[in-house]
């Protein structure tokens, strides 16, 4: 019986968003809406991304699961406590189980390394040499067992972002929550940042809700996406579902962030990055008129590959592949391919058709 409670428990979601809503009043009495009717569950134990452009919606909805801000309408519940329930008390020990870390670390400057990690343990149980000994243990988890006597300003920002993920764990959370954690450091300090994130989930079997505007992220370390567009949840799934089938628009732009075969359609019109509506170079190719640039996802090549055979004879379509290539994500390939299409516009249309109806996900980019 004990035992089926605690599997229930680990079974059971950590975070459990229902319907939720969040509007906020400008200081002109203007409502505006941050969130919309979201709903989704993080699983205990896992590696959660969130992502979304600037203003989606992402810090506010990692706010609501801190307590920092309450809904508007719906239910947060966060280990089985409905957050907008707790009197202020309550959250207090709440929110001391959910750990945060930020994109500017928040350190303390005057303080050491040691006493930022320790900082959190002054209400804490524990005595003197027990946090002490916690704070020795966390800075060598962290890999900055030589740096307890420094001051953040003396540290590189890769460094005080261990030091604040050591301090943020102090307190024993069950949630560690990432605000765009890795925003300010470069790719390869980011990628150790990642690592030394899941290596605190496998670990200590912390819960991690990263967000960010990075697919890049979600790819590395998430096993779950959700993506956030303008305060609307468009899309949600395991990060190799939603990489091998995304079905938002704003999902397959996220993707082709990280994907070649995606940013090809830069070498049909020259791109336009800095989005003028003028082309940033010479366009590579140029498609004849009725001509399409088409890009395929699939995951399973000796089903995809009869497939095309069969477009090509019984629609009409001629492809001509530009590039083909295989992505890894969560340790399957996904592979892709980028073509020129010409061929009637019915048969072109019929053939899109055909492939999606065999789960091959299409994207007409040009
Ligand atoms: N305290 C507040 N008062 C008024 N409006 C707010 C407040 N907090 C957030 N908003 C608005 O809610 C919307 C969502 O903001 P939020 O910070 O959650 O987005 P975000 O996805 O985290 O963006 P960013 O990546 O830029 O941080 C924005 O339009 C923002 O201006």
């Not at 996406?225 to 949840?233: E, I, M, P, T, Y």
Request: proline share 3%; net charge negative; glycine share 10%.
């Amino acid at each position: 019986m004990g035992q089926d409670t605690t599997q229930e428990a680990e079974a059971s979601p950590i975070v459990v968003i229902d319907k939720v809503g969040k509007v906020f009043t400008g200081e002109d009495g203007e409502e505006k809406a941050a969130l919309s009717d979201v709903s989704l569950s993080i699983r205990r134990g896992g590696i959660y991304g969130i992502i979304g452009l600037s203003g989606a919606g992402k810090s506010t909805l990692i706010r609501l699961i801190n307590g920092i801000e309450r809904a508007t309408s719906g239910t947060v519940t966060v280990d089985g406590h409905r957050i907008g329930d707790l009197d202020a008390r309550q959250l207090r020990v709440e929110r001391r189980r959910i750990g945060m870390i930020f994109q500017q670390f928040n350190l303390m400057p005057s303080r050491t390394v040691f006493d930022n990690i320790l900082f959190p343990l002054k209400d804490s149980d524990l005595g003197k040499d027990e946090r002490r000994e916690r704070v020795t243990h966390l800075l060598s988890l962290v890999g900055l067992d030589q740096k307890a006597d420094a001051y953040p300003g003396e540290l590189s920002g890769g460094q005080q972002q261990r030091v604040a993920i050591a301090r943020a764990l102090a307190s024993n959370p069950k949630i560690l929550l990432c605000d765009e954690a890795t925003s300010a450091l470069d790719p390869a300090t980011t990628v150790s940042i990642l690592h030394l994130l899941r290596e605190v989930n496998r670990s200590l079997g912390v819960t991690v809700i990263i967000v960010t505007h990075q697919m890049s992220v979600v790819k590395e370390i998430c096993d779950r996406v959700a993506v956030l567009d303008s305060g609307r949840l468009v899309e949600e799934g395991s990060v190799f579902s939603v990489f091998a089938n995304p079905q938002a628009k704003l999902t397959r732009s996220f993707i082709a962030t990280t994907s070649n075969i995606a940013k090809l359609g830069e070498l049909v019109d020259g791109g336009d990055e800095d989005g003028d509506g003028v082309p940033d170079g010479e366009p590579l190719v140029r498609l004849k008129p009725g001509e399409k640039l088409v890009s395929i996802r699939y995951v399973h090549k000796g089903v995809f590959e009869p497939l095309i055979a069969t477009v090509i004879r019984r629609f009409g379509v001629d492809i001509n592949i530009l590039l083909s290539d295989v992505e890894v994500v969560d340790g399957h390939p996904i592979g892709g391919t980028t073509g020129i299409w010409s061929g009637s516009e019915d048969g072109i249309r019929q053939a899109i058709a055909y492939l999606k109806d065999k789960d091959i996900n299409v994207e007409v980019l040009r």
